[in-house]
């Protein structure tokens, strides 16, 4: 028996290595995690040790090549990733379970609209963490873990929760519809009745006669004060008449921001500073590279979170991760109805996580 040991970063590149180094009639015996480098015990990377064998006798006889072309060993290993066990080397039956229950997780998260780019780094890390778990260990709910842990901890890179209002602007711009006005009227009643704020309401929407009369009609049920502005000297007065409020919640036009002209529309009739901070709305219901254009679009100013409407509305939560990792914006809240003030959530990591690992049809119970 011919035994070598080969640190790596990933499983695939030791699958990799072993079919190169061994061939194909190697076995996996054991894989942990070390910590490598390092100066002192700090800095150390963390790597994988596996250790694999081959029988000489059974070597010499094995009709395959020894040394497989680059192109073969891509193959393989991307077929070991894709759940094709084209041949039984380099893998035992427990090690082609992994494969395919990553590659089910897999599946259900790109039915949730969860990014390629994020779902093939889980992948990988997933694969990793199977092989450093001592057998028993290799479960599905042990997988489904690792999944739920990874993502809460890439969540963690952006800003993601409820305002604590204390920008006094809150602007909230976005495509047509999506729910910024109702939106609003919700987020009045929670800084007004939930933290105690002094609010007023300002709309900057003179395009759609009815809007005006939509946001009185909240503001008088929430007893609030609403200024409409026409113009950016407009908008500036409001500000001076608003001196002693806490919180102004500013509602804009739905428009086709795709477009850059709206846009720049946008910044003649807003005033964006210190004091104010600016959110983007957008409906979970909407098509993926739809949010990313509009978002892109927003590149140009300072946008400080999305708020994703009509969670209510689909059964696909991606976005909310997409958005956080993709594009680096965090989110503030999610809504989930039409009814003001209840159907607003303040966002969270564990929210956005659970929404996406809920629909998972993977039995985690073995
Ligand atoms: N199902 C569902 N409907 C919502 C939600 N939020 C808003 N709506 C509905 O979406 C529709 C549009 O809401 P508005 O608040 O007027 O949307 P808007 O973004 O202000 O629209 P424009 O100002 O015309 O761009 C209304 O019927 C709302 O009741 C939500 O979370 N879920
Ligand atoms: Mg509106």
Redesign the pocket.
């Known amino acids: 028996m011919k035994l070598k040991k080969f640190q790596v970063e990933s499983m695939p590149e030791a699958l990799q290595q072993i079919k190169s180094e061994l061939g194909s009639e190697a076995v996996i015996l054991h894989t942990k995690e070390i910590s490598t480098g390092g100066w002192f015990g700090f800095f150390a990377k963390k790597k994988l040790e596996v250790t694999a064998a081959i029988d000489p006798v059974k070597h010499a006889v094995a009709t395959k090549p020894l040394q497989p072309s680059l192109q073969e060993t891509k193959k393989e290993v991307e077929q070991i990733l894709t759940h094709v066990p084209q041949t039984q080397s380099v893998s035992s039956a427990t090690q082609l379970e992994a494969p395919a229950l990553i590659k089910q997780i897999d599946t259900e998260l790109n039915l949730q609209g969860v990014g390629e780019s994020i779902r093939e780094e889980l992948k990988e890390d997933a694969f990793g963490f199977w092989y450093s778990q001592e057998k028993e260990n290799r479960t599905p709910l042990a997988v489904i873990n690792f999944t739920r842990q990874w993502l809460k901890r890439r969540l963690q890179q952006v800003p993601i929760g409820q305002s604590s209002f204390n920008k006094k602007f809150m602007i909230f711009a976005?495509p047509?519809?999506?729910?910024?006005?109702?939106?609003i009227a919700k987020l009045a009643a929670e800084a007004s009745i939930k933290h105690g704020k002094k609010v007023a309401i300002l709309t900057t929407?003179t395009y759609?006669i009815a809007?005006i009369d939509?946001l009185k009609t909240y503001a008088s049920i929430l007893n609030v004060p609403v200024e409409v502005a026409y113009s950016l000297d407009d908008f500036h007065a409001a500000m001076e008449q608003f001196e002693a409020y806490d919180v102004v919640l500013v509602d804009t036009?739905?428009r086709n921001f795709t477009h850059d002209f709206y846009l720049k529309e946008l910044q003649k009739t807003i005033h964006l500073s210190e004091e104010s901070s600016l959110y983007v709305?957008l409906a979970l219901t909407a098509k993926y590279s739809d949010m990313v254009a509009v978002l892109k679009q927003f590149n140009q100013l300072a946008v400080h979170q999305v708020i994703f409407?009509?969670?209510?509305?689909t059964n696909s939560y991606g976005a909310l991760i997409n958005v956080c990792l993709n594009e680096g914006i965090g989110i503030a809240y999610v809504?989930?109805?039409?009814n003001v003030p209840d159907?607003v959530i303040p966002a969270s990591i564990d929210h956005i996580v659970e929404s996406v690992l809920e629909g998972m049809t993977l039995d985690g119970s073995s």
Do not use: L
């Open positions: 976005g047509t519809g999506v729910g910024k006005t109702t939106t929407d759609r809007a939509q036009a739905g709305v409407t009509k969670k209510d509305e809504t989930n109805g039409q159907d």
